[in-house]
């Protein structure tokens, strides 16, 4: 279906009852919150007796009931079922139901957002779903290092790490950013943060720019700086962890300017003579480059530059810039 991978992701033992024989408990994402990752919905069944099948729904599109029945899954997971959800941008409905054989039995509720890009805006009425909190992490304690030694979380290897146990699938793209690849995740994330743990440390640039003065520098030289730059909102462009596009983009390089400078879509761009011709922006390779296609940020450095438009190589002139690619 489209909105669950039916792959079960995480070894969890239940630890704690709900109380009515037939409850169900969403453990995560809670009602209510708001997301940044579509990574796991994960729910709790009852306990006395256990049900023996799940149906998970998300925005209208129902699982068939999932069996999780069999001893060799109850010595593995206990009451718990761990999934890889697919939720759309924005608000989505989950529903859960339990059943004993084909007999539904209860039925839980949630809505929740997605945001799944940094530069929109928190969505009102719902809370950033925190999940590092003593009485959220219990249920996972059975299985998972909920209380790792700062030595645990120095191991650079996914299988030792105790971060790795659940984020690791996060780091399954192309390119990847150097500190998350191999575990320094306490070095962006706070041990000590309160009331939840590891959050991540104040000031998106300030944090950035610890590792990235070359940049820095950069910027301090140029005459004028990208608006997103300026503000210090680097992960309006970039991931912290993983993507599948080059510098850890959160989507193409065109689309992600597109997204912004949605004119330069909609009008000629760089008209050649009479003709008004609009000069490709995608879809071609970059004659100036290394085989890779041509975008927006073949032309304009998403920086900082010389000129407004920010062109590359420190270049001013438009009739320099475009002597780049034509000669004659």
């Not at 708001?34 to 998300?58: F, Q």
Request: glycine share 8%.
């Amino acid at each position: 279906m489209k909105h669950l991978n039916m792959v079960v992701i995480a070894a969890l033992v239940a630890l704690i009852c709900c109380g009515n024989a037939y409850a169900l408990q969403l453990i995560y994402p809670l009602d209510g919150t708001y997301v940044t990752k579509s990574n796991y919905l994960i729910v709790k069944g009852g306990t006395d007796p256990l049900l023996s099948g799940l149906t998970i729904e998300i925005n209208g599109i129902k699982s068939d009931i999932i069996d999780v029945s069999p001893e060799v899954y109850r010595n593995a997971f206990g009451d718990m079922l761990v999934v890889e959800p697919s939720f759309d941008p924005g608000e989505n409905q989950i529903v859960v139901e339990g059943y004993l054989g084909a007999e539904r039995m209860s039925t839980v509720k949630a809505t929740i957002f997605y945001q799944d890009r940094f530069d929109v805006a928190s969505p009102a009425g719902f809370t950033r779903e925190i999940f590092h909190d003593p009485v959220r992490e219990q249920p996972c304690a059975g299985c998972h290092n909920m209380t790792p030694s700062l030595a645990d979380l120095a191991s650079p290897e996914a299988r030792q790490n105790p971060c790795g146990s659940c984020h690791a699938r996060m780091l399954n793209k192309a390119h990847v950013h150097g500190p998350a690849g191999v575990y320094e995740c306490t070095y962006c994330h706070d041990v000590d943060s309160t009331p939840n743990k590891y959050q991540a440390r104040p000031g998106d640039a300030s944090l950035c720019m610890e590792c990235h003065e070359d940049k820095l520098e950069e910027y301090r030289k140029s005459a004028f700086v990208h608006g997103p730059i300026d503000a210090g909102l680097c992960m309006v462009c970039h991931d912290p962890h993983a993507s599948s596009e080059p510098s850890q983009l959160v989507m193409p390089a065109y689309d992600l300017c597109a997204s912004c400078h949605a004119r330069v879509v909609d009008e000629p761009h760089v008209t050649r003579g009479s003709v008004g011709k609009k000069h490709p922006i995608k879809g071609v390779i970059n004659p100036a480059g290394n085989g890779e296609d041509l975008s927006c940020a073949s032309c304009h450095d998403p920086h900082s530059g010389a000129s407004s438009a920010m062109f590359r190589w420190g270049l001013s002139s438009r009739f320099a810039l475009c002597a780049k690619c034509h000669n004659k």
